[in-house]
């Protein structure tokens, strides 16, 4: 089954304490991605990545590293976590890039809700 | 430029009438128009996507509308049946450049049975 696996789904944790989202796709895909999920904004891209070792910035990356070593694996590292990244996290993966011919599915995971204290 | 504006952030309508959701966008580079749904506890799912190349398409009771001059697409969901309450989202991207889907702010609809 295409899955995009994310954990924790759940975590509370404290401001400062680095912490790790992890995320896998088991569909050979190239492009992944993070977003986050407020009320009020929808989804905003945090960083993606296009391949392995290749990543980029979305729209709000301060704050959250990311790193792409393995092609199924992309994890979203917050070093010094904050309250204002309390929020619902969702990686997702596609194909290959976005839009135009090549306009890919993407596939989102079922999301990670972090609390951040 | 970057941006996807949605509306209405919520609406309700009867079972077996005709939702509505309209997004405008601004950077004509983008070139393909998704629109994902999204039940709560999940992540968003696909629903269906166009492109500007064409004005309409159809998939069962779901129809992307396009007006390329405006900038403007809806979705529009016929026969609304209580399942597809969820939060629905449009979003946009382009080929070149920035590899990212815009999304809107999204439009939860409940339809009452």
């Known amino acids: 089954e295409a899955q995009v696996t994310q954990n924790p789904r759940y975590l509370i944790t404290v401001t400062g304490k680095k912490l790790t989202v992890t995320c896998s796709q088991n569909?050979?895909?190239?492009?992944m991605s993070w977003y986050r999920q407020d009320p009020g904004l929808g989804l905003r891209q945090i960083y993606y990545?296009?391949?392995?070792?290749?990543?980029d910035k979305g729209d709000v990356p301060e704050g959250y590293k990311v790193s792409r070593k393995e092609k199924r694996n992309f994890p979203l590292i917050l070093e010094s976590p904050s309250p204002n990244q309390t929020s619902l996290y969702f990686c997702?993966?596609?194909?290959?890039?976005?839009?135009?011919?090549?306009?890919?599915?993407?596939?989102f995971g079922e999301g990670s809700w972090l609390t951040v204290v | 430029q970057q941006q996807v504006k949605q509306s209405p952030q919520s609406l309700i309508v009867q079972k077996g009438g005709i939702s509505i959701i309209n997004c405008a966008y601004e950077?004509?580079?983008?070139?393909?128009f998704p629109w994902y749904q999204q039940f709560p506890g999940k992540g968003p799912a696909l629903l269906i996507a166009?492109?500007?190349?064409?004005s309409e398409k159809k998939e069962g009771r779901f129809t992307i509308s396009f007006n390329k001059s405006a900038k403007q697409f809806s979705l529009h969901i016929m026969d609304s049946q209580p399942g597809d309450s969820a939060t629905y989202f449009c979003?946009?991207?382009?080929?070149?450049?920035?590899?990212?889907?815009?999304f809107g702010t999204g439009t939860r609809l409940l339809v009452s049975p």
């Open positions: 166009i492109r500007p190349d064409v």
């Open positions: 990545s296009m391949n392995v070792e290749v990543t």
């Open positions: 950077n004509t580079a983008f070139d393909y």
């Open positions: 979003a946009a991207a382009m080929n070149t450049g920035f590899q990212k889907l815009v």
């Open positions: 569909m050979n895909h190239e492009y």
């Open positions: 997702a993966s596609s194909l290959r890039g976005l839009g135009g011919l090549s306009g890919n599915t993407i596939y």
